[in-house]
């Protein structure tokens, strides 16, 4: 594995969204507090976008609501006329009445909970698109930073709290404040003494809810990093299942994951406890208010200044205020739960990329030149700030040019790789594609002059053609098999079971190292860059293999600048220059027969290889 990529955790210079990567860190911590207004805050745009549907679910709540107060109304009636010598078609037809308005509250009901849920789904499948498609646009600076299973659980369980508070949360908050709002204004038409009784007890409900819905966030936010964590360990546990069997793991893995998993239901339940401690206290005054109410109803009773009716409608006004009240206790608690999550998302989607391209970026020459350059080019990782990646250095490479890169891991040749990219940009110097600084140049089209195979190629879940196809999504089925052919990878593509349609795995686990080797020159041939990058590109493969993949590589040069990281000596002999690289800078320069005539730093890395420095050694495998 090479060492001078940028180290794990490091923040490479010219990152400006260090602050908020911290905040993605892979051990799950959080940098800043936010209000639950502010977290909630970056929901409404998603929600604004259907704000027909929200309106018709408002509508829907309100009259439900309506049809529920006017159920003691109904009520009321019923005691007090309904048991006198009344004609009996007037008690038919107040029955007839309660009866259409539950029909109306059904309805309403149902209609409400439609258009709630399907607000919910869709307003979360579009924070879920927008999130990945934010993520998928920051730099490696972040990238250094986080964990891919922390992110990929906020991605899944974060959105899924807020999906719940979309879909059942915020609706029941609004009904439940629909009513309490309602039956607070007919309990005081009803009786303003009693009103007064209860209303009195209001503050004493609402204090605590307010007061302790930073503590409910604060849990809540705590166990979605515990779990998050747990969730990225165990990503990267089942990406790297191969090599935990290999080492006989298996134990000591399962072990760590179920000490995340405890702490996630130690962190998950201080929260619920939380919640269960603010809705216990909420209903006991409640309850209490309620119990107080009676009391002084049933006096007035007794004393003939009420009705058994007039007490029963408001009784039940107090019941359906004090039942709001004290489901809002809840909801509140799930909403600050939610404000958690939707705070976890805020923190990446206002994370800024800081490589990005210029307002006015500059148009590259049509056609290619296929030049590259570093001008004086000074990088180094802050956390190791003393040693320098790439120290003053000037690399030239003229259009059609085979250029290889050697030297000691940790020399600095993946750094140009990622500086030519523009994944990092230089602390002094100038990066040059096509003579035109780099950081002036539209990302998508610097890139797309760049045809890279790596030496570990990632190969995608889905098809075959689907991974040939990576960088041309365009590309006819003619063509991926062109490029296929030019691979050396067409043979063994018609050998699967379902040719260029069969489905290769997560990772491309099923196939061997030469074959996603020659998937990744097929990707790279199809792509048809001017520039092409091979970062090791046989270093790691079988003799047969590296045959195979040579050849490959040898079509794939012609008519390409190509510029080569190789450790191994003998897949560079006939570049046509060769640069040697140690400790950030360029010491030697030349061809193969120059360097070990000079004796110097390749003659030294060549004897090791070779068993001595004749110029003359075997090229089967020559670059």
Known sequence: MKTDSAPRGSIPHGGAATASAENVAHDGQHTREQSTRDAMRILLPYAWRYRGQALAALVALVIAAAATLVLPVAVRRVIDYGFSDLDAWLINAYFLLLGGVVTLLAVASATRYYFVTTLGERVVADLRAATFRHLVTLDQTFYDMARTGELTSRLTADTTQIKSAFGTSISQALRNLVIFIGASAMMVVTSPPLSALVLAAIPLIVLPLVFSGRGVRRRSRKAQDTLAAATAYATEAIGGVRTMQAFNAEAQTASRFRDAAEEAYVAARLSVRARAVLTAVALFLVGCSIVAVLWYGAQSVLAGEMTGGRLSQFVLYAVFAASALGELSQVWGEVSQTAGAAGRLAEILDTRPGIVSP??????????????????????????????????????????????????SGAGKSTVFQLLQRFYDPEQGRVLIDGIDARAVDLTA??????????????????????????????????????????????????????????????????SGGQRQRLAIARAILRDAPVLLLDEATSALDAESERLVQAALGGLMQGRTTLVI???????????????MEQGRIVEEGTHTALVARGGLYARLARLQFGDTHEDRPQGHAF
């Open 446 to 511: 610097l890139r797309h002059r760049f045809a890279v195979v790596p030496q570990d190629p990632v190969v995608f879940s889905g098809s075959v053609s689907d991974n040939i196809r990576y960088g041309a999504p365009d590309a006819s089925p003619a063509s991926v098999e062109a490029a296929a052919r030019q691979a050396a990878a067409h043979d063994f593509i018609s050998a699967l079971p379902h040719g260029y349609d069969t489905q290769i795995g997560e990772r491309g686990v099923t196939l």
């Open 359 to 408: 307002a006015s970026p500059r148009p590259l020459p049509e056609p290619p030149l296929a030049t590259v350059a570093l001008e004086g080019v000074r990088f180094a990782y802050p956390t190791r700030r003393g040693t320098p990646a790439l120290d003053g250095v000037d690399i030239h490479v003229a259009r059609g040019e085979r250029v290889a890169l050697v030297g000691p």
């Open 566 to 580: 190789a450790h191994r000596l003998a897949t560079v002999l006939s570049a046509d220059r060769i640069l040697v």
